[in-house]
């Protein structure tokens, strides 16, 4: 199984990953894989997977990286959607990735994100170009040092 076709398109889905749980595990695990929270809505309608629905596996894996949570734990894009839309930010972000310093910023734009690839309406996620440029853009931005911003910078507290 490749996550890059070979014009390096994302290929990333759960049926993508069901694979591998399957020849590692029963039959019995490998039957609900699909099913665990990767999935887009709207992939039980569609014949295949596309780009909207890989996007949306995206999304899920990234906000597991970004909450230390599991899809098999709670309905994690709803639970992060709805815990944001409370303005609970930190809440959402895994304590352990708090231990850096200067890393809020990168955090809150990852976040974003992730919830805009979660999107419930396929129209709504972003162009997996988008996502690739937008990750890279996050990745470089140095964080500013205390002198720079006086502290006004966007924070988790």
Request: glycine share 6%; hydrophobic share 40%.
């Amino acid at each position: 199984m490749f996550f890059l076709d070979n014009n390096i398109n994302p290929k990333i889905s759960d049926f993508g990953f069901s694979q591998f749980i399957t020849t590692a595990s029963n039959s019995n695990v490998s039957a609900t894989a699909g099913v665990l929270g990767y999935q887009a809505p709207e992939l039980s309608t569609l014949e295949k997977a596309d780009t909207k629905t890989d996007i949306y596996s995206l999304g899920v894996i990234m906000l597991e990286l970004l909450t230390g949570k599991s899809p098999g734990e709670v309905e994690l894009s709803k639970w992060v959607q709805i815990t944001v839309r409370e303005e609970w930010v930190p809440e959402v972000i895994d304590v352990q990735l708090l231990r850096y310093t200067s890393v809020e910023e990168k955090l809150v734009k990852m976040l974003q994100l992730a919830i805009d690839c979660v999107s419930i309406l396929p129209q709504g996620r972003p162009d997996v170009h988008l996502v690739l440029q937008q990750l890279e853009e996050i990745s470089l931005e140095t964080a500013p040092s205390s002198s720079d911003d006086g502290g006004a910078g966007p924070s988790l507290s």
